[in-house]
Nanobody
Framework: QVQLAESGGGLVQAGGSLRLSCAAS????????MAWYRQAPGKQRELVAT???????NYADSVNGRFTISSDNAKNTVYLQMNSLKPEDTAVYYC???????????????WGQGTQVTVSS
């Protein structure tokens, strides 16, 4: 099986920083892309940032310029550096990975359990 484990969430004051990590483990042939999503109470889950295996990165407009997504392919790990945090960033952050388990497999999406990020005023 494939598991994604997030870490790094917590409480931080507005203007502060947090760094989230997500490590994929298990039977993995290749990771095509990894991403961070977030979901605030009463809101839809939204895409925050993505990074492909070739290093292409995209960000939601709401975090562009403040957040940075990066990856360590050797460790099957994706990071989200969050700076200048705002109360509006408060949400559960979920790691997502597009993974082929074998050479013959198509890409499938896997999700982490989520990590809470709370930004106080």
């Amino acid at each position: 099986q494939v598991q994604l484990a997030e870490s790094g969430g917590g409480l931080v004051q507005a203007g502060g920083s947090l760094r989230l990590s997500c490590a994929a483990s298990g039977s993995i042939f290749s990771i095509n892309a990894m991403a961070w999503y977030r979901q605030a109470p009463g809101k839809q889950r939204e895409l925050v940032a993505t990074i492909t295996s070739t290093g292409r990165r995209n960000y939601a407009d709401s975090v562009n310029g403040r957040f940075t997504i990066s990856s360590d392919n050797a460790k099957n790990t994706v990071y989200l550096q969050m700076n200048s945090l705002k109360p509006e960033d408060t949400a559960v952050y979920y790691c997502n990975a597009d993974i082929a388990r074998t050479r013959w497999s198509t890409w499938s999406a896997y999700w982490g359990q989520g990590t809470q990020v709370t930004v106080s005023s």
